[in-house]
């Protein structure tokens, strides 16, 4: 769809990088025709961009499902679940989470994963390779944080793209929303993220 490639609703970005300096992030709406920092043009002789991530803002997705009663229903999880101090049940439980979360005190908040990796594009041999970036809900149950209804497509990375020529779109994501959804929450609920990885390539990508 046109309309959503050239962010004509917000909820699909088509983000063009600088594939000089691995710097900035074009947006959709965008005139530049060169990087600012550096440059290097954004198009190529036949007027196509030189690289392209497909963005999904994830503020508008949590907005349009907090609209949604069963939604905030099932966000109630986290402090309705039963318990027992003798064994660790869930995530909830670990002593890390409560390190970085805090305890939850019965109001709604929403903690999400990130997860990365490369795959096939069309589960086809040698076909076009992309990096999903997604997140995984860990405030809902169990049974529902890895269904793909309620997971969260944040950018879909060429996955040819390594280290800085992948970290800025992470940065772009962070200065875009994240920040600002970290900080301020969303309709009244508060929204927490993390990652974590023991992978030498993905710590250069997304520790930043």
């Known amino acids: 769809d046109k309309k959503l490639i050239d962010g004509g609703d917000g909820m699909c970005l088509q983000l063009n990088g600088c594939h000089s300096c691995n710097r900035h992030v074009f947006l959709p709406s965008s005139k530049e025709t060169c990087?600012?920092?550096?440059?290097?043009?954004?198009?190529?002789?036949?007027?196509?961009?030189?690289?392209?991530?497909?963005?999904?803002?994830?503020?508008?997705?949590?907005?349009?499902?907090?609209?949604?009663p069963a939604f905030r229903d099932l966000l109630k999880y986290e402090h309705?679940?039963?318990?027992?101090?003798?064994?660790?049940?869930?995530?909830?439980?670990?002593?890390?989470?409560?390190k970085r979360f805090g305890v939850?005190?019965?109001?709604?908040?929403?903690v999400l994963q990130l997860c990365v990796d490369g795959i096939p594009a069309f589960a086809i041999k040698h076909s076009l390779s992309i990096k999903p970036?997604?997140?995984?809900?860990l405030s809902l149950p169990p049974k529902l944080r890895a269904q793909a209804a309620y997971i969260f497509l944040l950018m879909l990375i060429p996955a040819k793209l390594k280290g800085q020529a992948a970290r800025k779109y992470y940065d772009f994501a962070a200065e875009y929303e994240?920040?600002?959804m970290h900080d301020h929450g969303i309709n009244g609920v508060k929204v927490m993220m993390f990652g974590n990885t023991l992978d030498t390539p993905g710590r250069a990508e997304m520790l930043n």
């Open 104 to 110: 939850c005190e019965g109001t709604l908040r929403i």
């Open 80 to 98: 309705q679940r039963a318990t027992n101090s003798a064994f660790m049940t869930d995530v909830h439980d670990s002593p890390m989470w409560v």
């Open 133 to 137: 970036v997604v997140f995984m809900n």
């Open 178 to 180: 994240m920040n600002t």
């Open 35 to 68: 990087c600012p920092k550096c440059g290097g043009a954004r198009f190529d002789n036949k007027g196509k961009p030189k690289e392209v991530c497909q963005y999904f803002p994830l503020q508008k997705q949590i907005e349009k499902l907090l609209e949604l």
